[in-house]
């Protein structure tokens, strides 16, 4: 088997469960937002935000801090559940999905404000609930922005890095995703592992990018 794919397969693997976890909570939360008092929403903004501007060593402390072995959480979760995130590929998970949040939750709140309140107030003027109002109003027509914040979370999961490392660790075969093998493979003076784990790399934000592009585009239109 070829040395890159056991980190390919992983990094998929992260970013797909961290794209998940990371689009369920951001469109919950935009929707949220979009619904609660503006001061609050302000500042539970500007908190979830916070990981697009931080340093990933400063997310990763932050994670190590909260969910470590003897974290806030994670002291609590190894006591009681006998469940530790460190230096496993669900820690790669978590620390992915913190750094995914941001996007997916920028680009829904500005597609949920983009919709007509006007579709939404005369839905609730014929009696139907919120929930029948989100599912089928809202999301329809904020699906393709949606869309777009989920297309840009799942890159920027795979290409998480710093703070994966802090979390996970580097482990061959448990928690080394590409950016970590891209690391390793520098240091190790390995130039042509290091290049063919670049192109790939680059190769699936690129598309992934495009996509995006095309999508967007699409909705402008």
């Not at 979760?77 to 995914?100: D, K």
């Not at 997916?104 to 919709?115: I, P, Q």
């Amino acid at each position: 088997m070829p040395p890159f794919v056991t980190p390919l397969m992983l990094t998929l693997k992260v970013a797909f469960c961290a794209t998940l976890v990371s689009s369920a909570l951001g469109i919950v939360i935009a929707r949220w937002m979009q619904c609660g008092q503006r001061w609050s929403s302000d500042w539970i903004d500007a908190l979830l935000t916070l990981p697009m501007v931080l340093p990933p060593t400063v997310l990763g402390y932050y994670l190590i801090v909260i969910m470590g072995r003897r974290g806030v959480l994670g002291a609590w979760m190894q006591n009681h559940l006998g469940i530790s995130l460190m230096f496993t590929w669900q820690g790669a998970v978590l620390a992915a999905t913190v750094a995914a949040l941001p996007l997916v939750l920028k680009s829904a709140r500005a597609a949920f404000e983009s919709v007509d309140e006007q579709f939404e107030q005369a839905a609730r003027t014929l009696g139907a609930s919120e929930w029948s109002i989100f599912l089928r109003i809202s999301l329809p027509l904020a699906w393709r922005g949606i869309l777009a914040g989920v297309m840009l979370a799942f890159a920027r999961a795979m290409g998480e890095f710093g703070a994966t490392l802090m979390v996970a660790g580097n482990l061959p075969g448990r928690t080394q995703t590409l950016s970590t093998a891209i690391y390793s493979a520098v240091q190790a003076g390995q130039d042509q592992q290091a290049n063919l784990l670049v192109g790939i790399a680059s190769a699936v934000c690129f598309l992934i990018l495009f996509g995006t592009g095309r999508l967007l585009r699409t909705q402008h239109h």
